[in-house]
């Protein structure tokens, strides 16, 4: 085990939300708030009303950046940046899910530079987050994790880029979890939304040499929890157990506890940010593709136990098998779960992807890492572009 430090400093409201505390929290910065939210679904469900008419009436100054887009793009960003420029925003709320919030970090930080916003994600340039407006907000999908850690993906389509980053500036000052607001969301999106989730525990969970006992079992039960209760919310979508489950296993998944002790580099991740950058496929889509085949690729004799590990405390696979059918049984029991409980679609090429791009996408995933990817396998270039064809 090794050591590390823990903090996390959001603020949650968890259960329905009350547009009373909402305000009270926003007033705590300021009076002039912009509004980040996506393509519309907030005002179907009628969020949108309850929060605009809340703001008003406590005085509010409101100004709104609509239509974010699923893959937050750089574009997105600049215009919000702008827009708190020009009307001297305090504070930021984003409502909607993961895509809307990430892009609302990188406005936040964007507003206090005067550098272009891609500056913080040219490897180049590399520019550092040194200020940030303050972020509240207000979750409508289980996926992402965003509401309770300080990282953002976003997309560059004039580059083909999609790069994420971390700073401890961009953490929310308050994250309000109404599971109630995920009851909206279709069944494909829960799917991939659950995807999302089961791969932040994945990317901590394998990992070779001694691990925290602990942390190890609070992943497989927060695993546990999504492949319980993925189906529920897919067959039920009111069922408020089984969406609040989701939702706070969605934000302890990556909120830093679980990867306390597990330093080594994501895997699946870097690979799936290659494919949205070219094929703007649904995130949790592409990392359901990706990773069976990952651990497969991963297979040897120090992975072994561990995957086998995962088996019997996930799926319940059997532990008389030898080791590496254990393993082998593992992944069986995860690609059911992805492909056939959860239906989501299992190839690439069910999806018109086909190999054009695969070398220069595994290049380009393995580039921040000095070409070698250090996770539960190190992958050179090579790897990453083997592992892109098994999903084919």
């Not at 995962?310 to 059911?336: C, K, M």
């Amino acid at each position: 085990m090794k050591d590390f430090t823990f903090q996390n400093p959001v603020r949650v409201h968890f259960g329905q939300l009350s547009c009373d505390r909402l305000v009270e929290e926003l007033k705590q910065y300021g009076n002039r708030v912009l509004m980040t939210y996506g393509g519309g679904s907030i005002k179907k469900i009628g969020l949108y009303d309850k929060v605009v008419n809340a703001l008003r009436d406590a005085g509010m100054e409101l100004y709104e950046l609509p239509g974010i887009e699923p893959n937050p793009r750089v574009d997105s960003v600049r215009r919000g940046a702008a827009l708190c420029k020009e009307h001297g925003i305090d504070v930021l709320l984003s409502v909607g899910g993961g895509s809307t919030l990430d892009c609302t970090k990188w406005i936040a930080a964007s507003a206090c530079v005067e550098h272009d916003a891609w500056d913080f994600f040219d490897y180049e340039k590399w520019s550092p987050v040194e200020r940030a407006l303050p972020i509240v907000d207000i979750l409508t999908l289980s996926a992402t994790g965003s509401e309770m850690d300080s990282g953002g993906v976003i997309s560059n389509p004039a580059s083909s880029d999609k790069r994420g980053r971390l700073s401890p500036l961009l953490f929310p000052k308050v994250s309000f979890l109404d599971p109630s607001l995920t009851y909206s969301v279709s069944s494909y999106q829960t799917a991939c939304g659950s995807a999302d989730i089961l791969s932040h525990l994945m990317e901590v969970y394998f990992s070779t040499g001694d691990t925290m006992y602990m942390l190890d079992t609070f992943i497989e039960g927060m695993m546990r929890t999504v492949v319980r209760y993925a189906p529920v919310a897919m067959r039920e979508p009111e069922n408020y157990e089984a969406r609040a489950n989701l939702m706070w296993t969605s934000s302890w998944a990556i909120n830093g506890l679980v990867g306390a002790d597990k330093p080594q580099a994501w895997s699946c991740h870097p690979m799936e940010h290659e494919l949205s950058a070219v094929y703007d496929i649904t995130h949790g889509l592409g990392l359901a593709i990706l990773s069976p085949r990952w651990l497969t690729y991963c297979m040897s004799d120090a992975t072994l136990p561990k995957m086998a590990q995962f088996g019997r405390n996930v799926f319940g696979t059997s532990a008389d098998l030898p080791v590496r059918e254990q393993a082998l049984s593992a992944i069986d029991a995860l690609s059911h779960f992805l492909f056939d409980t959860l239906g989501l679609t299992s190839t690439l090429s069910a999806l018109h992807i086909d190999d054009t791009h695969f070398a220069s996408m595994a290049a380009k995933a393995v580039l921040p890492y000095a070409g070698n990817l250090p996770g539960f396998k190190p992958l050179t270039a090579a790897d990453v572009e083997a592992i892109y064809r098994m999903c084919l």
